[in-house]
């Protein structure tokens, strides 16, 4: 038992014994202020031809929108380094996912998709 | 960690040395499932990504068809949805019953709005004739190709709108086991975890809005 406890805790970093962080309200509503913001910008940018950057400003806001949902709404920067390791090997499928897909498709050349 | 059996606390099984350890199995499991959605909506982002490359004049043309006030008002009562629920998993770490209940039941309100909105959105679909095999009339560069958008953007948005009254019946089991006070200070998992779950729903969110509302806008509508 001792030794399985003391496992886990050298897993979390050693983060365990009653460290259930409590998050200011202020950051809440200071990451709850910069969403609603960044939202406004992504649609305003929407209107603006800026050409192949359109889907890139749209990607990297909702990626920072992402990011700051993930490290403070749900806790993720206080969180053990276990977690840290779950969540980084989701993402990684994740890109493996999208990446090995993409380089098969765009690598078929012209009228890829327009089967028979 | 020795000795935590001493005094017991009621909700603590009995393969956990304590609440803490309870309480990171528990919060990492609910992210291992979260992994697992996030790779299930990933397949969907995947078939999204291959056709509007394959056919970006049907996507644009189909995506000028959805409705950004909307989609947008729906993206800011979501997030708002997130603050609330961030807010009862603060009252609940304070062991605050009230206040739990009451963000509780705001976040259930307003994933309400969100699928009332949504449910206006697909009968504007529906009197506009763009729901895919039932009922598509489509005047476009690339009919046949906009009505792929179409099946992707009902797909994704009702897998999302399904994900959302999950978890608004999880919510109503939470709120009655807040408000018989089952929740304190020292024991407050299912809070968190289903907060977890509440604000992963709210990403997948952030990701559908630009996608199929935004990225197409700026250029001219055919």
């Known amino acids: ?116 | 960690m020795s000795g935590a059996h001493a005094s017991q606390h009621p909700a603590l099984q009995h393969h956990f040395d304590n609440l803490d350890q309870q309480f990171e199995a528990s919060t990492l499991g609910m992210w291992l499932f979260l992994v697992t959605e996030i790779l299930f909506f990933g397949g969907l982002f995947t078939a999204y990504l291959v056709y509007r490359i394959a056919y970006p004049e049907a996507f644009a043309d189909a995506s000028h068809h959805l409705n950004i006030v909307l989609g947008g008002t729906n993206t800011a009562v979501l997030i708002g949805s997130s603050l609330t629920m961030a807010m009862a998993v603060y009252a609940a770490q304070l062991g605050r019953r009230n206040t739990q209940v009451i963000f509780l039941v705001a976040t259930m309100a307003l994933g309400l709005v969100f699928l009332g909105i949504k449910a206006v959105e697909y009968s504007h679909k529906f009197e506009e004739h763009l729901v895919p095999g039932i009922n598509f009339v489509f005047e476009g560069r690339d009919p046949i190709h906009s009505q792929l958008f179409f099946s992707l953007y009902f797909v994704m948005t009702s897998l999302h709108a399904l994900h959302m009254i999950v978890g608004i019946g999880i919510m109503t089991v939470l709120t009655v086991m807040a408000w018989r006070g089952r929740f304190t200070k020292a024991y407050h998992t299912p809070v968190e975890v289903s907060g977890l779950y509440w604000h992963f729903v709210d990403i997948v969110w952030i990701f559908l809005f630009p996608l199929l509302y935004l990225i197409d806008r700026h250029g001219p509508v055919h």
């Open chain 1, 1 to 116: 038992m001792t030794d399985h406890a003391s496992l886990v805790g050298a897993l979390n970093g050693g983060h365990m014994q009653g460290e259930k962080h409590l998050v200011p309200l202020r950051v809440y509503f200071t990451v709850f202020g910069i969403l609603m913001v960044l939202t406004g910008l992504t649609v305003s940018a929407s209107f603006m031809d800026l050409g192949p950057f359109n889907t890139v400003v749209a990607l990297v806001i909702a990626v920072t929108k992402m990011l700051l949902v993930v490290l403070y709404f749900m806790h993720v920067r206080y969180s053990s380094r276990l977690t840290w390791a779950v969540i980084g090997a989701g993402f990684f499928w994740l890109a493996l996912l999208l990446l090995m897909t993409l380089a098969d498709y765009v690598t078929r050349g012209v009228g890829w998709l327009h089967y028979g």
